[in-house]
């Protein structure tokens, strides 16, 4: 008792409270499809996260570095979550400076993680706000889901400024989900032509056969969502049952992580869990769902938490989600980047939607706008998949951009090592045909990697079939599978998975793609660009990348090594 009073009078009294802010640049305008219901009860409890300053960032990356690229000799010695935890873990300094600070305002319930970086605590939201100066917490509802969240900036005491990253559970409310909507935007189909896509039809245009399906007996994949929706098993087995005929399959998840709650399947819930299982086949597949339990927690934030606190994790993971990178400030992307690092050193592959609205467009003044990168789309150590359809909608041509394909390029983040001669070429290639420069950032982090059908899909939710379901919430489950497949077959050689595939995959220099050439995604729709943003290219892209995977090519240019 006697040290927390001692600490109290060291922080209240011996130096002025210098507030400093973490998170100047973060934008904390609440949107306006929330409605405030009114401030929190100062006795109400919040649960906010504590991301402390880690150490060994730089040689985290330099590892990953290594282990992710095929040439170096340290390629696919992945290190296991206690080695990753004496790398990166913050400095006793820090985590004692950190924890005085919360104990001298009466914190002491919290919660840490295997590798000691994140603090996860509860306390009333008075305390919260003498704590965060500045922070005010109100509560705000959209459709009929609650969230505490501050409109006001908050800053920390100058003793622990410089010993955390960022504070979670202030701002950041949970974007609406992608764009997955069944929407009619094809034309009914002939007699005699395939009438959307289906497993049969995907795993015929990737050249899948009956015997590309799991079988090691240590492989796994996983969803991650973030919405507030649901998959519903029911609907997984009779989709399974519609079409699941040609080949061996499961028809169960594995694992559920997290609070699946009573309410209707979405549709995107059943999307992925549908089609990552149709061409992940026969793999043991776990869903992440909706982490964040508490009105003040932040779900994406709370799934990264909790990749950093498992040491058992599938292999492949794939995500629907992202936010405005503009919305976003630096310290926040920064450390969310360490930790898809953290990942990529263990061997576990990140897959992104590049997101369903093309270049994005984000108005600057009345007349002036600029394209709109999305993030973690936009981080150079995750891989990120766009979308594409069928020339002919309802035939088993080949493929062109889906207008909607996430793409473009990052205003934070620089063109990493492995992407900079695709980039290059591409500039190089479409010369002339690019978008205004004022419209993006041709030093920036490039994506999407590459891409996959996004258009026309059939899911069933609720028990019922629903057709064209589009997004590129569909491609990313689907290229998913098939790494989570390549994974199986290298395990079953003896072999590490994948991990980071990026600086592989760039590599291969297009082989083993199939690749797309044909069509521009949208953007904005004013009258210098007239809603069109940047156009598919011989070889790598920044709206389909590489293409889209012929998987036995891409099976064997991946099998060694
Ligand atoms: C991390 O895992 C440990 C051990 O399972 C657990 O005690 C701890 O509460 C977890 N941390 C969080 C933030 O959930
Ligand atoms: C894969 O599919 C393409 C197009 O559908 C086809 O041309 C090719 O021959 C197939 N087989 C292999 C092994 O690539
Ligand atoms: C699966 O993993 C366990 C523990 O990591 C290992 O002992 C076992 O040999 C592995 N099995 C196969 C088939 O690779
Ligand atoms: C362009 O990107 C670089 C990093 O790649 C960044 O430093 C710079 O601020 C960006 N410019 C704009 C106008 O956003």
């Known amino acids: 008792m006697r040290t927390v009073l001692t600490l109290v009078v060291v922080l209240v009294c011996s130096s002025p409270v210098r507030p400093g802010f973490l998170e100047e640049d973060q934008d904390v305008l609440i949107p306006d499809e929330w409605s405030r219901v009114g401030p929190v009860g100062p006795s109400e409890q919040l649960e906010l996260t504590f991301a402390l300053r880690q150490q060994g960032v730089d040689l985290l990356g330099e590892t990953l570095r290594r282990v992710s690229d095929p040439d170096s000799p340290q390629y696919a010695k992945y290190l296991r979550l206690e080695e990753v935890s004496s790398l990166v873990r913050p400095s006793d300094l820090t985590q004692k400076v950190v924890r005085r600070w919360l104990q ?19 306390m009333p939201a008075q305390v919260a706000e003498a704590l965060l100066p500045g922070a005010r917490f109100h509560r705000y509802v959209r459709d009929g889901r609650s969230q505490v969240r501050s409109s006001a900036p908050y800053s920390v005491h100058d003793e622990v400024h410089q010993h955390l990253d960022f504070v979670g559970g202030l701002h950041r409310l949970p974007p609406r989900g992608q764009d997955v909507a069944s929407h009619g935007r094809n034309r009914h189909p002939k007699p005699g032509l395939h009438l959307g896509v289906t497993p049969a039809i995907l795993r015929a245009r990737y050249n899948l056969t009956a015997s590309d399906v799991g079988s090691s007996q240590n492989n796994s994949q996983a969803v991650a969502q973030f919405l507030e929706q649901y998959y519903h098993a029911a609907d ?77 994790l599938p292999w492949v993971h794939t995500v629907s989600y992202g936010d405005d990178e503009d919305s976003l400030s630096n310290a926040y992307m920064t450390r969310i980047n360490t930790e898809f690092m953290k990942a990529g050193v263990r061997g576990i592959s990140l897959l992104f939607a590049s997101g369903d609205s093309g270049a994005g467009c984000r108005h600057l003044t009345k007349e002036e706008n600029c394209f709109r990168p999305s993030f973690p789309a936009s981080s150079p150590y995750v891989t990120t998949v766009g979308g594409t359809s069928f020339k002919n909608p309802f035939k088993m041509t080949y493929e062109v951009t889906d207008y909607i394909s996430g793409g473009g390029f990052s205003n934070v983040f620089k063109t990493p090592d492995y992407q900079a001669s695709a980039v290059k070429a591409y ?86 793609m199939f690749d797309v050439t044909e069509g521009c995604h949208l953007s904005c729709l004013d009258e210098t660009v007239q809603g069109r943003g940047f156009c598919a290219a011989p070889s790598w892209d920044p709206v389909t990348g590489w293409g889209t995977p012929n998987y036995p090519a891409l099976l064997a240019a991946l099998l060694d090594q």
Request: net charge neutral.
């Open 104 to 122: 001298s305002h009466g914190v002491s319930a919290c919660l840490s993680v295997l590798t000691r970086d994140f603090l996860q605590c509860t």
């Open 236 to 312: 997984l087995a009779e989709f399974m049952s519609m079409f699941g005929g040609s080949f061996p399959h499961l028809s169960l998840v594995d694992r559920v992580v997290g609070t699946q709650g009573a309410g209707r399947a979405g549709l995107e819930a059943s999307l992925d869990v549908e089609y990552i299982m149709s061409t992940g086949a026969n793999i043991p597949t776990w869903v992440f769902t909706n982490p964040g339990r508490h009105e003040s927690q932040e779900p994406f934030l709370q799934w990264m938490v909790l990749i950093s606190n498992m040491s058992a």
């Open 427 to 512: 500039m190089q290639t479409v010369g002339g045909g690019l978008p205004p420069l004022t419209y993006f950032n041709t030093s920036g982090r490039a994506y999407p990697d590459l891409a996959a059908l996004s258009d026309n899909y059939w899911v069933v939710s609720n028990r019922m079939p629903v057709p064209w379901v589009s997004g590129t919430s569909a491609s990313t489950p689907v290229v998913g599978g098939m790494l989570a497949l390549i994974n199986d077959r290298r395990l079953l050689k003896g072999l590490p998975p994948l991990g980071f595939l990026n600086p592989r995959l760039y590599k291969l220099q297009g082989e083993a």
